[in-house]
């Protein structure tokens, strides 16, 4: 399974930054606006400390992360809905990735320019949400466009089509991210075929600077309020020092736990930014170990046996007749497939199985 986030925020946010972290690619990250053009993406494994203690248990040859793509889009200024600062290749560019990580600069530093001269995180924020909700609203528009003869023709399909559009139209146009508008299941049936980019899940990447004025530190009103607005729409967030994980990408074993303490940094904060953008897209892991290999696999929550199987092969799930499952922990406690089944840890499951994350699962077709 592929499944892509993009990076977006406002010119000198620390976009670029944040991505060479996260997938040690080189990108351009100079001081300047617009200075990366076309997206760049990286495949990034997904921290789990279950995989290597799985491997371990089997003496694998190989250890497979599950993966997620990040897409490093260039930034976004007011007035891209209308084209401004080349605003149409890059919303583009976000409806085609799963979700949004939002980066947000919350430090004051005079050698770091600001599109707009100071740093608000809120006025920021407001500016790309409105960009992304005037993009929408002209889809809506063109889709409520289409669907108008068939209205006046009394079509019953298109009369239910043109009401959810309307919905959405009045939601957007009175500041709501279409995500935030109750719908139902018909509804969002008839949402899903827009692609709205606002329907789209966010993670507020909120970004400081080691040395600098951050406004997480000294308790800046600043900071508080874009902690009120981003609880007020029950939006997740993380906190990474971008700078700091840029510098540490290189720097492995107990000399990044001492350069991450010189920082005074004590969380991985990309590892962590990893896992919650895993969870935002509604994934969750299981996974297959032996000899040959041991793998982590991507699948959605709440799938069932054969559906995960899928991932593996279309024969797992098409031929499907039984697997068999434990949970991660007990098959280390067991210290071995063998003991696990003697010991009665081991449970036949069938096609209504829903697999759960750290699932150990061998598939019998």
Not at 42 to 68: H, Y
Not at 254 to 265: H, I, L, S
Not at 319 to 346: C, H, P, Q, T
Request: aromatic share 6%.
């Amino acid at each position: 399974m592929s499944l892509s986030i993009g990076i977006v925020g406002l010119p000198n946010v620390g976009k670029s930054t944040l991505f060479n972290a996260l997938t040690k690619k080189s990108v351009p990250a100079e001081n300047f606006p617009f200075c990366t053009i076309d997206p760049s993406v990286g495949v990034v494994a997904v921290p789990d400390n279950r995989l290597t203690r799985l491997s371990r248990l089997s003496n694998s040859e190989k250890t497979i992360s599950a993966v997620i793509e990040f897409v490093d889009i260039a930034g976004l200024v007011k007035g891209a809905a209308e084209g401004e600062g080349l605003g149409n290749q890059f919303l583009s560019n976000i409806r085609e990735v799963d979700a949004i990580a939002e980066v947000v600069r919350i430090f004051d530093d005079t050698d770091i320019t600001h599109v707009h001269g100071e740093v608000d995180p809120v006025r920021d924020i407001e500016v790309i949400n409105l960009e992304l909700m005037m993009a929408d609203l002209q889809t809506v528009s063109k889709r409520q466009g289409s669907v108008a003869k068939d209205v006046k023709r009394n079509d019953k399909d298109a009369i239910f089509k043109d009401a959810v559009l309307t919905k959405l139209s009045q939601g957007l146009e009175g500041g709501k991210l279409a995500n935030q508008l109750e719908l139902s299941k018909e509804e969002l049936e008839v949402v899903k075929g827009l692609h709205l980019l606002t329907m789209k899940p966010v993670l507020y990447v909120l970004n400081k600077k080691n040395g600098a004025f951050n406004f997480d530190d000294e308790n800046d009103e600043r900071f508080n309020k874009l902690v009120e607005l981003l609880q007020s729409i029950g939006a997740k967030y993380v906190i990474v020092d971008v700078g700091v994980e840029h510098e540490l990408r290189d720097v492995s074993g107990e000399d990044k736990e001492t350069f991450r303490r010189e920082f005074g940094v004590v969380e991985d904060g990309v590892d962590n930014l990893i896992r919650v953008g895993y969870e935002l897209l509604g994934l969750i892991t299981f996974f297959t170990t032996g000899e040959k290999e041991t793998r982590a696999w991507t699948i959605k929550k709440d799938w069932i046996a054969p559906e995960a199987g899928a991932a593996i092969h279309s024969d797992f799930r098409d031929k499907f007749i039984r697997a068999d499952v434990i949970e991660w922990g007990r098959l280390l406690s067991a210290g071995s497939y063998v003991k696990a089944k003697e010991n009665g840890e081991l449970k036949t499951v069938g096609k209504d199985y829903i697999v759960k994350d750290g699932d150990v699962i061998e598939f019998r077709i």
